[in-house]
């Protein structure tokens, strides 16, 4: 599967950005999706993911509050809604698609290009 991750842009502390994550296929409702971002300098680290269904979530206690994730399988897309973002939320924000959900990129096959998030303060 082909994902497209869109949404990102400059913000100010404080601001909202929702990213997308589209999927090529409409068999997007079998795979789980992950959120991980890279900052400059720094190693991928994991976001958020979402099962299959949708029904469940888990965050990094970094994002937990502010961050949501949900998914709309008939529109082969998930999202990432941030909310109240600090200048540390400023990364390339990737998507991933894999069998099961989890926080390591080792549970994802699929990764889409990125899209940058920067954060001003």
């Known amino acids: 599967v082909q994902l497209q991750a869109s949404g990102g842009g400059l913000v100010q502390a404080g601001g909202s950005l929702r990213l997308s994550c589209a999927a090529s296929r409409r068999t997007f409702g079998r795979y789980a999706v992950g959120w991980f971002r890279q900052a400059p300098g720094k190693e991928r680290e994991f976001v958020s993911t979402?099962?299959?269904?949708?029904?469940?979530?888990y965050y990094a206690d970094s994002v937990k509050g502010r961050f949501t994730i949900s998914r709309d399988n008939a529109k082969n897309t998930a999202y990432l809604q941030m909310n109240s973002l600090k200048p540390e939320d400023t990364a390339v924000y990737y998507c991933?698609?894999?069998?099961?959900?989890?926080?390591?990129?080792?549970?994802?096959?699929?990764w889409g290009q990125g899209t940058l998030v920067t954060v001003s303060s």
């Open positions: 991933a698609a894999g069998l099961d959900p989890g926080s390591s990129t080792a549970f994802y096959g699929y």
């Open positions: 979402i099962n299959r269904s949708g029904d469940s979530t």
